[in-house]
């Protein structure tokens, strides 16, 4: 695996990456039996001033009068009006091709929406509005990454076409895997350059385990290092980053440093080429050649793999298993 080098991209201020996160997998399975389909009675009339830098424009819901309130779309519960104007916000968007609905069969959901492949924001992106909830006192929203929400509520769609710069596409691989460390990507569409955050930040014993969430910070400083080896600097390369909890953060301090990032599917050489390299490390790791790719697997099949792969790890080389994970501990 190729080692970074080259000066590393300057954080402009302090890291946001202290922020607590919400990831959308964490949301899921909590919109159940303590929803009440009850809305409350009547509606202010409302004006939206967005929250953050990317608009202080106070904007009318209503035309006859209005009460101003600052819709934060960083937080989870909203009210009935911050609500109807962030899904008239996204029918909006939906009318211009930008996203599609995505329509489920679950009594408890206001609306969904996802990208439209090719139209700036990916299929990758989506935002789930459920029902009034009586408990939370609000309507619940879980959204992938709310800075695509935000630009889609201020109506920035001109944000959505990508600069004509060349492209540095971010994966992960090994997340799902029960043994050894995870492995980060970088690729110019030429090559792929790789690093490592060793098991240890996976583990429940140790400085750097896995409640601190060490793990984080150690991914997106490796990540930051691979930027480097292409000398990658905002004006010269955009960014394409996977999903995913672990990326999160890095494609926020991404952003933070001014970087064009967007969320998207990563297919081709480096997707390919990463999971061969994950597997090669594998094997040098605990000795047999055991790693499964879970996107070429049915469900079902990556269960039973995952098993095999966890008792040949208490068989074999405990010390390399993500004891961490509450799946595998049993806490």
Partial sequence: MAAA????PQRLGPSPRSHPLRPSAHAFGTHNKSLERTRPAGRDNLK???AGPLSSTVIPLF????TEVKLDLTKSVFTT???DF???RLKQASDRGLVVEKPENNPYLLAAYSGVEGEGISPKWNVKVYDFNKKRKGHSLVCVDPYILRKLVDGDYDSFIPPDLPVLRIDDAGWGFPLCGV??????GLDVQTAIVPVEFFRSDGENNFRTKRYLSRYMDSALQLLGFYRASPGKYRIEICTGFVNQPLREELRHLGYDARVEEIKGLLQERLEDL???YVIGEVGSDIYYDPKKMEKS???LRYSECLEYGKKHCPDKIKTGWKAISGD
């Fill in 183 to 188: 492995m980060i990507g970088v690729s110019d």
């Fill in 81 to 83: 009006p911050e609500t």
């Fill in 301 to 303: 099949e990556i269960s």
């Fill in 5 to 8: 080098s080259g000066p590393l």
């Fill in 63 to 66: 035309d006859n009068g209005a």
């Fill in 48 to 50: 939206v001033a967005l």
């Fill in 278 to 280: 994950y597997r090669e």
């Fill in 86 to 88: 962030i899904i008239e």
